[in-house]
């Protein structure tokens, strides 16, 4: 029986280094997707900020050339 105990004691050992492991692994994963998101988030304002710019210069061409 004692030796029974000594092998769930070193599975309970073993499940709860992979449980930190894991851990340790889906954490890093978290802050990588943090990161994109954040970036992600800036491209996504450049690219608005460069459009508004493109259809305000569109507009004045429009005019000048009196397609409007």
Do not use: C, P
């Amino acid at each position: 029986m004692n030796e029974e105990l000594k092998k769930l004691r070193k599975s309970m050992n073993l499940a709860e280094a992979k449980i930190a492991f894991l851990k340790e692994g889906v954490d890093g994963l978290h802050d990588a997707f943090k990161t994109i998101n954040a970036d992600l988030d800036a491209f996504i304002d450049i690219y608005n900020e460069t459009q508004k710019r493109n259809e305000e210069r569109f507009e004045r061409l429009e005019k000048h050339v009196g397609l409007s």
